[in-house]
């Protein structure tokens, strides 16, 4: 059985009579694709992120980003043993 409606103020409410008891458990399926008309605008991300005078002036290979990271992990652990740099 399907019966039409529409949400006004955040409750369905179905076209004409219901036949069904007050408290029927039902399940409602969507049939308009625009129904998130009010979803925030999405900004897209622009490259580069960071601008510089001298683009490209580090070569980020696999390797070299894990020794970054590993430095990074190095100092936080420091910091948090109060060790001098």
Known sequence: MEIQGVV????????????????TKVSVAVCDNSVNRDA??????????????????????NERIAEILDDEDIESVKRSWNVPS
Do not use: C, H, M, W
């Open 8 to 23: 006004q103020n955040g409750v369905v409410v179905f076209a004409g009579q219901v036949p069904f008891p007050e408290g």
């Open 40 to 61: 925030p605008e999405r900004k897209r991300v622009e490259f580069p992120i960071f601008y510089s005078d001298a683009p490209g002036t580090i070569d980020l290979t």
